[in-house]
Nanobody, 127 residues
């Protein structure tokens, strides 16, 4: 099992940057692929991006491409989401999620693929 905790959210002006962190506890974190998701007011939870268990592969939603970067440090059991050029429509609660992956190459984009979730961190982008 793995437990996840997000941090780094806050209030930022449009065009600014934030770096979210997902800290994992538990054994063998390097065997888990990780995804970032967000849920805006009145919206369904949607994928932001994902990273493979070894960090070698990433996948991003169209809304995140070119602005967001996911990275991980398995030695520290952390995954980061660097968000640049933020827009008001990025306002949401951001969640990290983890799923065991037998493949070092695979990223997972669907909410249903993940069995472990953090509590979320609020990101608010003002115009």
């Amino acid at each position: 099992q793995v437990q996840l905790a997000e941090s780094g959210g806050g209030l930022v002006q449009a065009g600014g940057s934030l770096r979210l962190s997902c800290a994992a506890s538990g054994r063998a974190f390097s065997t888990y692929a990780v995804g970032w998701f967000r849920q805006g007011p009145g919206k369904e939870r949607e994928p932001v991006g994902s990273i493979s268990r070894n960090g070698g592969f990433t996948n991003y939603a169209d809304s995140a491409k070119g602005r967001f970067t996911i990275s991980r440090d398995n030695a520290k059991n952390t995954v980061a989401l660097q968000m640049n050029s933020l827009k008001p429509e990025d306002t949401a609660v951001y969640y990290c999620a983890a799923t065991y992956s037998s493949s070092v190459y695979t990223t997972y984009f669907e909410t249903r693929s993940y069995g472990y979730w953090g509590q979320g961190t609020q990101v608010t982008v003002s115009s």
